[in-house]
């Protein structure tokens, strides 16, 4: 059974930094495309970055720059290192793969 289960949410400052972390089980996540998704109050689902098989990572416009996807292949785990964090970055963070997420880790950004 697939599971993905995100931690490292909290309440920021702007220009603060924040780790998530996705602990995944059931599969190799290092054999598979993995996503970090948000979504914001009121809003709908965005993408905002993939790591690819061979290591090639991708970002969304806004947060380019700042935000680091990266995988632990050993303990299974997806990051995302997220610096210089703004108000506008205010979402439920999710990682995925494919159909599956997890439940989301709150991250708050906030003076």
């Known amino acids: 059974e697939v599971q993905l289960v995100e931690s490292g949410g909290g309440l920021v400052q702007p220009g603060g930094s924040l780790r998530l972390s996705c602990a995944a089980s059931g599969f190799r996540l290092s054999n598979f495309p993995m996503n970090w998704l948000r979504q914001g109050p009121g809003k709908g689902f965005e993408w905002v970055s993939t790591?690819?098989?061979?290591?090639?990572?991708r970002y969304t416009d806004s947060v380019q720059g700042r935000f680091t996807i990266s995988r632990d292949s050993a303990r299974n785990f997806l990051y995302l290192q997220m610096n210089n964090l703004k108000p506008e970055d205010t979402a439920l963070y999710f990682c995925a793969e494919g159909p599956h997420r997890g439940q989301g880790t709150q991250v708050t950004v906030s003076s």
């Open positions: 790591i690819y098989v061979d290591g090639d990572t």
